[in-house]
């Protein structure tokens, strides 16, 4: 057995794939799922490179229809944004459904409602595989932080009962917000009771050994290098053997390097932090956020918090557009938190972690097969815990044959590529971001 070379411990902003960021998630998850590396050679219908949500949606499908798939994730499972989100759970795609009907058209931003119900839908199905562990709680609230949104808020929660006959999502008065939030900060907003959030490390983890229960090989710590195709299929090299399959897909999200340009040219690396307070009285915890919901509100680079089931506050504030993460996140996160909750300034923080999404230009998901046989899913754009199981199934059931409406849906949308090519994408990107972002301290 060969020693891995240095940097296969190594993800792409620097950061050591041997083990879990020191987040809360990792610290509340007990330990990693057995996963063993590969070792040797190996054969299989399907190979899937990643496991997050959309690379272990796609290996728990073939699996369960019987089809023979190993996957391969460069940490231990969930390692990637998967593991490390807000774990809120929002219905809809980034885009709201006025622009999708502006840009794509009234009946396929209809087919999308219709998706983004069925893969709501579909979560819980994966949180049944472990409802407790996955820690889910109902209710999401939406919050402008701007007197001047509360209008088009209204508008929209009328729109989409009448339009799209959704009468989860509810309208929530000033009063009302400031009686449900302990902040200043917000004028108003909407209450979605589709919505909640979840501990997502734990649901990446059931996802794993449901796929494992039903015959997936999972090889965590095995990093794919190289992607071939050859005349016996395509060869997924890793540093202690090759795997041998049919088909590939590549969900390796935003930690995707040089494996799928043509996938790479579609998404952008945005790393994003979030901190958690060490727990507080449960009596203060649960008056910070009174419904107990998930909240995220309307600013440009979201704000988005919640209370954890011991009673501290996960926070999310924060990103950059670069390799790498600041040195103290912890103290990237805190004066965002304490814009909003400044009662808080005598808490400690617990933990604090960064993790990458993946933007695409129309912040829509997409699928390539730029190749008979390897596929790409990628682009969720920071609304990936509801769609990224659902589209990842629907791909794997895809490559196996099997009719899938999502799939359809999803190789009608436009996937563009970013301008600029593999290295000016990233200034020019992140100086638009930049920009924007500035908006939000205005
Ligand atoms: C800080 C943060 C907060 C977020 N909050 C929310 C939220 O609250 N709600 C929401 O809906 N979405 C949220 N998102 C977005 C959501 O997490 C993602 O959309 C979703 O997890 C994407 O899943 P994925 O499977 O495509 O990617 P990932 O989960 O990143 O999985 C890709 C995996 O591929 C692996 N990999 C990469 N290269 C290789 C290789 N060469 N060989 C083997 N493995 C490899 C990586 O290690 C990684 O584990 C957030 C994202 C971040 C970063």
């Known amino acids: 057995m060969f020693a891995p070379r240095s940097n296969e411990r190594a993800g792409p902003g620097g950061e050591d794939t041997s083990r879990f960021p020191s987040s809360y998630y990792a610290a509340t998850s007990g330990p990693p799922i057995d996963a063993p590396a590969l070792d040797g050679d190996g054969v299989s219908d399907f190979c899937v490179i990643g496991g997050g949500f959309a690379g272990l949606g796609a290996a728990l499908a073939l699996a369960r ?28 795609w980034h885009q709201e459904q006025p622009w999708l009907e502006q840009k794509l058209g009234l009946e396929t931003a209809r087919q999308m409602w219709r998706a983004a119900l069925e893969a709501r ?37 009328a729109m989409m ?42 649901l990446a983890q059931a996802m794993a050994r449901a796929a494992q229960a039903a015959g997936a090989v999972v090889h ?17 090299t890793t540093p202690n053997g090759t795997i041998r399959a049919g088909q590939v897909l590549d969900a390796t999200g935003a930690y995707a390097r040089a494996l799928v340009p043509q996938g790479d040219a579609r998404v952008l690396p945005i790393n994003n932090y979030i901190a958690t ?13 009174r419904n107990g919901a998930a909240v995220s509100d309307g600013r440009y680079v979201v704000y988005y918090f919640r209370v954890t089931p011991d009673h501290r506050l996960l926070f999310g504030g924060g990103e950059s557009y670069g390799l790498g993460m600041p040195h103290d996140i912890a103290a990237t996160v805190r004066p965002h938190m304490l814009r909003i909750f400044p009662q808080l300034a005598d808490v400690a923080i617990s933990h604090a972690w960064g993790g990458t999404l993946a933007i695409s230009p129309n912040r829509l998901p997409f699928v390539i097969e730029p190749r008979p046989g390897l596929f ?46 593999p290295w000016l994408r990233w200034p020019t990107q992140a100086l638009a971001m930049q920009f924007m972002a500035l908006r939000d301290r205005i």
């Not at 409406?405 to 970013?418: A, K, Q, T, V």
């Open 65 to 92: 229809m019987g089809r023979t798939v190993r996957l391969v994730e460069m940490g231990p499972i969930g390692w990637g944004a998967s593991g490390r989100n807000g774990g809120q759970v929002h219905v809809g």
């Open 220 to 236: 965590a710590q095995t990093r794919c290098l190289a992607l071939k195709q050859a005349a016996d299929g395509w060869h997924v």
């Open 121 to 157: 839908d579909h979560l819980d199905t994966l949180i049944a595989l472990d409802p407790d562990a996955c820690d889910y709680r109902q209710g999401l609230v939406h919050a402008d932080h701007r007197a001047g949104n509360v209008i088009a808020t209204h508008a929209h929660v």
């Open 376 to 421: 790409a899913l990628n682009g969720f754009s920071g609304v990936g815990v509801v769609l990224a199981p659902w589209l990842g199934r629907a791909i794997g059931q895809a490559m196996a044959g099997a009719v899938n409406s999502g799939y359809d849906l999803l190789r009608r949308l436009p996937s563009p590529r970013f301008p600029g090519g």
């Open 161 to 202: 009962r009448d339009r799209y006959g959704y009468d989860s999502l509810t309208l929530v008065s000033r009063d009302e917000m400031r009686a449900t939030i302990a902040s200043d900060d917000y004028h108003g907003g909407s209450f979605d009771a589709r919505g909640g959030h979840l501990h997502p490390l734990k």
């Open 277 to 289: 307070t060490a727990p507080l009285d449960p009596a203060r915890a649960t008056g910070l956020i």
